[in-house]
Structures are given as structure tokens and as C-alpha cells.
């Protein structure tokens, strides 16, 4: 999981080579390292560690006087944040979910079983809202891919992954230059809308009902949700197949990429004015 926080606020490319060249961080090495009381207050629960500030660049942090035995800067991850969401990430496991986080995974879906699939996602990303540094949208991504892992062994698990959406922005401004936003009286502006009411989650739900997945894999679901959604994204990512991004079309006008498999059927919207 700390692994794929760091798919964020960078260009995926950039974040695996980082990753590649420089490693990333272990709950081994945290646990060695923070002891059993930690000179920094900080790092002595998860509901003391906050306003750390580490600086990678500037060296520095809140709590100077503590900086040079520190663990928080031990690790050479991409920037200071990174490496307070590591610690943060650790001590939420260790306190919260009582160093089983599997055991939590299944406690907290257990609760929200009769609650129907948003209130089972709510439960697993409410309480790690609080982890310093880590976006609704990453730990939505991040906890669908481990609780899709085993679907033989976690049925339940996986039916909840699943239908875990994520709308960035690509898949966003693919909704809105499509005319799929107008045509669902559904404009609004990327952010905390995009999963409200009528919003670009709920019309993805939607969509995937409407699709049976099993076409494209024998394996999938019918209703496939986060395969749909990653689907759209993959379709306008520099990484996939790089064709309905703003690299490749004018904001400012209609897209004229003609070669585009769904050109005709396409809104075209501009997403500025000019």
C-alpha cells in the first residue's frame, strides 16, 4: 500500500523509476526504528503524529531539536510527504487496526454488511481519511487492488473492490468532453462532486451495469465498476493509450482527433471557454 501512495501528485512513469532506483519503506524497518519510546513525541501514537512538517529539502521539520535522530528522514522516498505518510500509515496499522490490518479489513466490512457497497467503502476510507498525505482517490485505488487480490479466497472482499471508483481527472474531463456530463444534466467541476449525486461515480455505476464484463474476460463479473473505470482511464493516460488527454487535444476548442474510434458519437465539448 505505501507503495502505490506514491503514485501520486507525479506522472506514473516518474514514480516507478523513483521507486525503481531509491526502494521504498517496510513495516520491518519502521517498527526497528521507532522503538518502543521514540525521543520525538510525535511518533509515540497515531493520534500524536501530526504537524511533523519534514522538509526532505530544507532538513528540517517542527520538532528540530529531534531531527537528527529522527527515523522519519531514514529513507530516500521522493519527498518529505512521502515519508510522513509512511510513518503515518504505520502507526494507523499498529494503533488503530491493532498491527492486523487484514483482521481490521474484516471487522470494519463486517459492520457495514447490511449497509449496503458505499457505506462498506465508506467504513475502510473514513477512518484512514485521517492518514497524513493520502487522497480519497488514492486510497480508494490502493484498497481496491488488495481487496481484489483473492476472490477465491475473499468473495466478499472482492465484490466490494470492485465497485470501487476512482475519477481523476482524465476520466473526468473524457466525461465532460464526450457530452456525457451534459447529456446526464451532470455538469460540474472536477472534485468532491464527481462522487456526489448524479455525479461522474454514479454515472460510471451506471454505465458498468449496463456492460456485461465477462465479454472481455470470462473470469470478471457481469458488473464490473473499477474494471470500466480503469478502462476509461487507461484510454486517456499517457501510460495507456494516450488518446483523449489535453497533451493530444486543444481545451480550449472541440477535439478534431477524427481517427478516434468514438469521434462520431462524440460531443466534442471544450472544456474552457474561450
Given at each position: 500500500?505505501?507503495?502505490?501512495?506514491?503514485?501520486?501528485?507525479?506522472?506514473?512513469?516518474?514514480?516507478?523509476?523513483?521507486?525503481?532506483?531509491?526502494?521504498?519503506?517496510?513495516?520491518?524497518?519502521?517498527?526497528?526504528?521507532?522503538?518502543?519510546?521514540?525521543?520525538?513525541?510525535?511518533?509515540?501514537?497515531?493520534?500524536?503524529?501530526?504537524?511533523?512538517?519534514?522538509?526532505?529539502?530544507?532538513?528540517?521539520?517542527?520538532?528540530?531539536r529531534y531531527l537528527r535522530g529522527c527515523p522519519v528522514p531514514s529513507h530516500p522516498l521522493r519527498n518529505g510527504r512521502l515519508n510522513q505518510t509512511a510513518f503515518s500509515f504505520f502507526l494507523f496499522v499498529r494503533d488503530v487496526?491493532?498491527?492486523?490490518?487484514?483482521?481490521?479489513?474484516?471487522?470494519?466490512?463486517?459492520?457495514?454488511?447490511?449497509?449496503?457497497?458505499?457505506?462498506?467503502?465508506?467504513?475502510?476510507?473514513?477512518?484512514?481519511?485521517?492518514?497524513?498525505?493520502?487522497?480519497?482517490?488514492?486510497?480508494?485505488?490502493?484498497?481496491?487492488?488488495?481487496?481484489?487480490?483473492?476472490?477465491?479466497?475473499?468473495?466478499?472482499?472482492?465484490?466490494?473492490?470492485?465497485?470501487?471508483?476512482?475519477?481523476?481527472?482524465?476520466?473526468?474531463?473524457?466525461?465532460?468532453?464526450?457530452?456525457?456530463?451534459?447529456?446526464?444534466?451532470?455538469?460540474?467541476?472536477?472534485?468532491?462532486?464527481?462522487?456526489?449525486?448524479?455525479?461522474?461515480?454514479?454515472?460510471?455505476?451506471?454505465?458498468?451495469?449496463?456492460?456485461?464484463?465477462?465479454?472481455?474476460?470470462?473470469?470478471?463479473?457481469?458488473?464490473?465498476?473499477?474494471?470500466?473505470?480503469?478502462?476509461?482511464?487507461?484510454?486517456?493516460?499517457?501510460?495507456?493509450?494516450?488518446?483523449?488527454?489535453?497533451?493530444?487535444?486543444?481545451?480550449?476548442?472541440?477535439?478534431?482527433?477524427?481517427?478516434?474510434?468514438?469521434?462520431?458519437?462524440?460531443?466534442?465539448?471544450?472544456?474552457?471557454?474561450?
Amino acid at each position: 500500500m505505501i507503495e502505490t501512495f506514491n503514485f501520486q501528485g507525479i506522472s506514473d512513469r516518474v514514480a516507478a523509476s523513483y521507486l525503481q532506483a531509491h526502494g521504498s519503506i517496510t513495516w520491518h524497518q519502521i517498527k526497528a526504528q521507532i522503538g518502543r519510546d521514540p525521543a520525538c513525541s510525535l511518533l509515540r501514537s497515531y493520534w500524536a503524529y501530526e504537524d511533523c512538517r519534514y522538509d526532505k529539502t530544507r532538513q528540517a521539520c517542527s520538532h528540530p531539536r529531534y531531527l537528527r535522530g529522527c527515523p522519519v528522514p531514514s529513507h530516500p522516498l521522493r519527498n518529505g510527504r512521502l515519508n510522513q505518510t509512511a510513518f503515518s500509515f504505520f502507526l494507523f496499522v499498529r494503533d488503530v487496526a491493532g498491527s492486523d490490518l487484514f483482521r481490521w479489513l474484516d471487522d470494519q466490512l463486517a459492520a457495514a454488511a447490511d449497509l449496503g457497497n458505499s457505506a462498506a467503502q465508506e467504513a475502510l476510507v473514513g477512518p484512514m481519511r485521517h492518514v497524513f498525505g493520502v487522497s480519497d482517490k488514492v486510497l480508494t485505488m490502493t484498497l481496491s487492488a488488495v481487496l481484489m487480490a483473492d476472490r477465491r479466497g475473499r468473495p466478499d472482499w472482492f465484490d466490494v473492490g470492485s465497485r470501487m471508483i476512482v475519477v481523476d481527472r482524465l476520466v473526468h474531463n473524457l466525461l465532460a468532453r464526450a457530452g456525457i456530463l451534459a447529456r446526464s444534466g451532470a455538469n460540474h467541476g472536477y472534485g468532491q462532486h464527481c462522487y456526489g449525486q448524479a455525479g461522474c461515480a454514479d454515472i460510471l455505476r451506471r454505465v458498468s451495469a449496463k456492460i456485461d464484463a465477462r465479454q472481455f474476460d470470462a473470469g470478471f463479473p457481469a458488473n464490473f465498476p473499477r474494471y470500466i473505470q480503469h478502462a476509461l482511464w487507461h484510454y486517456c493516460a499517457a501510460d495507456g493509450l494516450n488518446v483523449c488527454n489535453g497533451n493530444n487535444i486543444d481545451d480550449r476548442k472541440s477535439c478534431e482527433q477524427i481517427s478516434c474510434i468514438v469521434y462520431s458519437i462524440c460531443g466534442r465539448n471544450a472544456l474552457k471557454i474561450k
